[in-house]
C-alpha cells in the first residue's frame, strides 16, 4: 500500500480524511464545475435563447417537431448556402417568423422584422456590387455576428437581440414562452447561416495570422543584426503604422564585424587571416516570409597589418556576406585584391533589439484587434 493511502481514507498534511469525506469533496468540486453548465440545459430562457445549447437541443427535451429545430432548419439550407442561395435563406426564415401565431409583443416582432428587411437589403447590395465570394472574404458589409442573442448580465436569466441598437428587444421570462421561442430560434438560425457566409473572412484572418507570426519569428531569428544607429535609420524609412509585417527592405549602415580574408592566386600560396570589417552602406531586400534575404553593400577590410581594401559585398541570408576588396599595389608592384567572408559577430553576441521585440509585439497587437482574434476562434469551434 502506498504510504500516502490506508485503508481508511488518504492522508493529507499529516492526516487522514475519511474515505467518505474525500468523495463527498470530489463530487462537490465537480459539482461546482458542471453547475452552470446544468443550469443552462434545465433553464427554460436557456433552451430558448442560449445559442449554444439551442443547436444541440433535440426535439424531445425542446417538445418540438424536429422540423422546427434550428439545427434542422440550418441543415436544409446547406444546399443553398453552397449555391449562394443566402437571400432565399433569409426569406424562408422571414416568411415563418410572419407566419408566427405566437404572441410576440407588437415593438419586438416589428423589430424584428426591421432587421430582417435590413439584413435582405444588404444582402441584395452585395451581389449587385462586390458579389457574395468577395464579401465573403472580407464581410464588409454584412455583419455576421448581428443575429446573435446575448445575455448581458450573467446572474440573470435574461436575453437581448440587436444589443444597442433602435431595434434592441428584451427577452425575458414575462414574454411568452412561444415568443420567445419564435424570436430567438430564428435569431440562432440567422447567426448560424451568416457564421457559416463569413468563415472564408476568418480563414483569411486566421491565415493571415498565422503567416505574420512566421513572419515575424523569422525576421528576428534570421535577419541581419541592427545596432541601435541601423534601427533608428531603419524606422524612418521602411516601418510603418498601417504595416503589421516586418520590413521587406532594411538599410545598412556603418555596420561593423569580423571576417575573414583569403588572398593568393595560387591554390597553394593562399594566405588566411582575421581582420575587422565595415560597412559603409547597404542595403538588403527580403523574402515573403522573411526567411531569407539577398542585398548588396559596400564593405571594407581593415586589417592591422596591410592597408585597407575596399570592395562590393553580397549579402546572401543571415551567414554568408561575401565581398572582394581592392588595394593598391605595394612597393614591389603587387596587387593584394583579396575575397572576404564576413561573420555577423554583433549578432552572435547580442539578444533581438528590445525595439524588434517591440515591433512584433504591437503588430501582433494591432492585428488582433483588425481581424478580432476572440471573433474568429468563436466562429470556428461554433462551425465544427
Known sequence: MPADTCKAGVVRRGRVLPGGLLGARLIGAAWLALAPAIARAQNPLARECERDTVVRLGAAAAGVTPLSLPASRIDRARDLMERDGWIAIVDSVAADFRASRAAIPAPAREAFGRSLDTLRATLVRVRATTGFRVDRRTVALVSPAMFKPERPDPDKWA????????????????????????????????????????????????????????????????????????????????????????????????????????EGSVWKELRRREVASLEPVGLLWYTRQRSFYIGVSAFASLPSNDNAGIGPGLHLGKHALLAYVFRARDAAGVSHNSTVASLDLYGLLTRVPDTLERLRDVATQKAGEKFDVGGILEKIKLLR
Open 159 to 262: 436575453y437581448v437581440l440587436f444589443r444597442d441598437t433602435p431595434q434592441q428587444i428584451a427577452i425575458d421570462s414575462t414574454m411568452p414562452r412561444e415568443a420567445r421561442r419564435d424570436l430567438c430560434w430564428a435569431a440562432i438560425t440567422l447567426d448560424r447561416v451568416l457564421a457559416a457566409y463569413a468563415d472564408p473572412a476568418f480563414q483569411v484572418a486566421v491565415d493571415t495570422l498565422r503567416l505574420l507570426d512566421a513572419q515575424w519569428t523569422n525576421f528576428l531569428a534570421r535577419g541581419y543584426s541592427q545596432l541601435p544607429w541601423e534601427l533608428l535609420a531603419n524606422d524612418r524609412l521602411f516601418v510603418h503604422a498601417r504595416d503589421l509585417a516586418p520590413p521587406r527592405w532594411q538599410l545598412v549602415f556603418m555596420h561593423p564585424s569580423v571576417a575573414v580574408e583569403v
